[in-house]
């Protein structure tokens, strides 16, 4: 009985589960040629020109050369069929791919409000396929924009570069030329690009149904604060507007300034003595700076201390008095010497000066000096004298 109940499971794995793993049936191949658009009816204007994008789509098919015509055209108007910028009497889709078309319309001036149906043909040795449209023509066609940006806020200091990149599409049914502005904080500065040049432009044009990508670099005041501050960029065409704000956050930083006692970058000093100069370490940016090392680079042989020794916070448009106690080399001869002296915050900010060191000597080393020039000169007279007789 066991040995039956086994041979049983066996036969029925071996006849359901392949019937479970059989691939679904596979869907009907389409095949064939086609003249598509999204918008089959459109509105037109008369005496302006209006352009109707199209797509020759091949499924399936082996490639070959469509001549394109446009059949039902109302008397005085002008049709163009475009391709790659330029107008085109034929195409040739690949297998499964398909070729971007313009229909182009000129109307006369006096072309009276109605619907004209239009038919746009592609023929071939062996396919064929057509297209049916219908252009209204009424007294007035409204422009209309639209535009809008992936990053409308963008957050740096000062110093930072704030560059938004819009794209503005040209939603109507005609050819616009479009004009750009921006309003801004007092001192923002705003300029316009292509998005793909260096250029600066106030106004490109967009076909009918198109888009074309632009880019806005603000420049800011020197002095802006931090804060969060709003540009309005605005695109223009006839009597529409499309306006899109973008936001700046910008975020303070220190900017640290070395400076002397009234304006002074300099000081005294004497050979082998620590001597102080005053140095003045402000904050002239929009943030705090923090844990400011102080530094310095003296002649050789120098040595320079200061006190203190570290700054720990200095706030924005405050300045803090520091002594640098400096010791010029007990050999040091009398003269002026170049000590520079820096500060440096965390933040990565640095600010240096240099200070002129005028370095005199002590009474006892000119003692000293006066007492070794005597002796050379006894020594010297001593010598003439005594190998002048021979």
Partial sequence: MRRALVLLVSLLSITIFPALAADPPAQPRVTGLWLITEYPSTVAKPGETTTVKLKLQNAGLAPEAL???????????KVDILGGGQVVGAAMPAINESVTLNLRLELPANTAPGT?????????????AELKLAITVGGDVAAKLSMKTRLPALRGT???SFEYTFTVSNDSGKDLV???AADGPRGFQPTFTEAFGSNEINQIPIEAGQTKDIKVRVGLPRDVAAGDYTVKVRATAENVTAETPVTLQIVGTPTLRVSGRDGRLSGAAEAGTASPVIMIVSNEGSAVAEDIELTGTMPSGWTVEFEPKLIDKLPPG??????AQIKPTA???AGDYIATLRAAAKAGDSASADFRVAVTTSTLWGIVGIGVIAVALLVLVGAVARFGRR
């Fill in 116 to 128: 004209y149906p239009v038919t746009v043909n592609a023929k071939g040795a062996t396919n064929n």
């Fill in 318 to 323: 405050e300045k803090k008095e520091v002594t």
């Fill in 158 to 160: 000062p110093k930072s």
């Fill in 178 to 180: 479009v004009r750009f």
């Fill in 331 to 333: 050999k040091a001869l």
């Fill in 67 to 77: 001549a394109l015509s446009v059949a039902n055209v109302p008397q005085g108007w």
